[in-house]
Protein backbone atom coordinates (compact mmCIF):
# COMPACT_ATOMS: atom_id res chain seq x y z
CA UNK A 1 0.00 0.00 0.00
CA UNK A 2 1.18 3.14 -0.55
CA UNK A 3 1.79 5.90 1.74
CA UNK A 4 2.26 10.26 2.32
CA UNK A 5 2.59 12.20 5.36
CA UNK A 6 0.14 14.89 5.76
CA UNK A 7 1.65 18.52 5.32
CA UNK A 8 -1.19 20.34 7.30
CA UNK A 9 -4.29 19.90 9.02
CA UNK A 10 -6.64 23.00 9.00
CA UNK A 11 -10.32 23.64 10.19
CA UNK A 12 -11.87 26.43 7.54
CA UNK A 13 -13.79 29.83 8.07
CA UNK A 14 -17.03 27.05 7.79
CA UNK A 15 -15.60 24.39 10.17
CA UNK A 16 -14.77 21.97 7.71
CA UNK A 17 -11.48 19.75 8.49
CA UNK A 18 -9.31 19.61 5.58
CA UNK A 19 -6.09 17.75 5.51
CA UNK A 20 -3.13 18.78 2.80
CA UNK A 21 -0.99 15.85 1.95
CA UNK A 22 2.53 16.28 1.00
CA UNK A 23 2.88 14.70 -2.05
CA UNK A 24 -0.48 13.21 -3.58
CA UNK A 25 -3.60 14.34 -4.90
CA UNK A 26 -7.07 12.73 -4.57
CA UNK A 27 -9.37 14.26 -7.05
CA UNK A 28 -11.53 11.62 -7.45
CA UNK A 29 -12.34 11.19 -3.94
CA UNK A 30 -15.83 11.93 -4.28
CA UNK A 31 -16.19 7.94 -5.90
CA UNK A 32 -15.43 6.63 -2.16
CA UNK A 33 -19.54 7.79 -1.37
CA UNK A 34 -18.17 8.42 2.13
CA UNK A 35 -18.88 12.55 2.23
CA UNK A 36 -14.80 13.32 1.79
CA UNK A 37 -13.94 15.72 -0.46
CA UNK A 38 -11.18 16.87 -2.84
CA UNK A 39 -10.18 21.23 -3.30
CA UNK A 40 -8.29 21.45 -5.83
CA UNK A 41 -7.69 25.12 -4.96
CA UNK A 42 -6.00 24.05 -1.83
CA UNK A 43 -5.06 20.79 -2.79
CA UNK A 44 -6.96 19.05 0.34
CA UNK A 45 -8.93 16.54 1.14
CA UNK A 46 -12.01 18.03 2.89
CA UNK A 47 -15.31 17.24 4.76
CA UNK A 48 -18.60 18.23 4.73
CA UNK A 49 -19.65 21.04 7.74
CA UNK A 50 -19.75 18.93 10.74
CA UNK A 51 -23.02 17.77 11.78
CA UNK A 52 -23.06 15.14 14.22
CA UNK A 53 -19.41 13.77 13.84
CA UNK A 54 -16.27 15.00 15.55
CA UNK A 55 -13.11 16.25 13.92
CA UNK A 56 -11.23 13.26 14.91
CA UNK A 57 -14.23 11.16 13.22
CA UNK A 58 -13.99 13.07 10.18
CA UNK A 59 -10.44 12.95 9.76
CA UNK A 60 -10.72 9.11 10.12
CA UNK A 61 -13.21 9.04 7.58
CA UNK A 62 -11.00 11.23 5.17
CA UNK A 63 -7.50 8.67 5.85
CA UNK A 64 -10.78 5.29 5.45
CA UNK A 65 -11.73 7.30 2.22
CA UNK A 66 -8.07 7.43 0.51
CA UNK A 67 -7.09 3.90 2.14
CA UNK A 68 -10.12 2.01 0.14
CA UNK A 69 -10.16 4.27 -2.64
CA UNK A 70 -6.78 5.09 -3.98
CA UNK A 71 -5.09 2.42 -1.61
CA UNK A 72 -3.06 5.31 0.13
CA UNK A 73 -2.46 5.73 4.39
CA UNK A 74 -2.04 8.78 5.35
CA UNK A 75 -0.17 9.80 8.07
CA UNK A 76 0.90 12.52 10.82
CA UNK A 77 4.26 13.74 11.74
CA UNK A 78 6.23 16.27 13.71
CA UNK A 79 5.82 18.19 10.86
CA UNK A 80 2.51 18.73 10.34
CA UNK A 81 1.68 21.73 10.32
CA UNK A 82 -1.96 22.44 12.57
CA UNK A 83 -3.99 25.58 11.42
CA UNK A 84 -6.95 26.60 13.62
CA UNK A 85 -7.62 23.51 15.23
CA UNK A 86 -7.67 23.52 18.97
CA UNK A 87 -5.16 21.57 21.34
CA UNK A 88 -7.13 18.78 22.25
CA UNK A 89 -8.14 17.51 18.93
CA UNK A 90 -4.37 17.87 17.91
CA UNK A 91 -3.23 15.93 20.95
CA UNK A 92 -5.77 13.22 20.04
CA UNK A 93 -5.11 12.82 16.27
CA UNK A 94 -1.37 12.70 16.98
CA UNK A 95 -2.04 9.82 19.19
CA UNK A 96 -4.21 7.66 17.08
CA UNK A 97 -2.90 8.60 13.49
CA UNK A 98 0.91 9.99 14.05
CA UNK A 99 3.89 8.80 12.82
CA UNK A 100 2.56 6.13 9.87
CA UNK A 101 -0.20 4.65 12.34
Known amino acids: MDRDSIERVEIDKDCRIHIVPTTHHFPHIYRAAM ?17 EWSYTRWFEQI ?39
Open 63 to 101: LTAVSQEYGCNLYLTDKTDWVNVDQETIGVLQNSFGSGS
Open 35 to 51: EVNWSPKHCSLYSPIPR
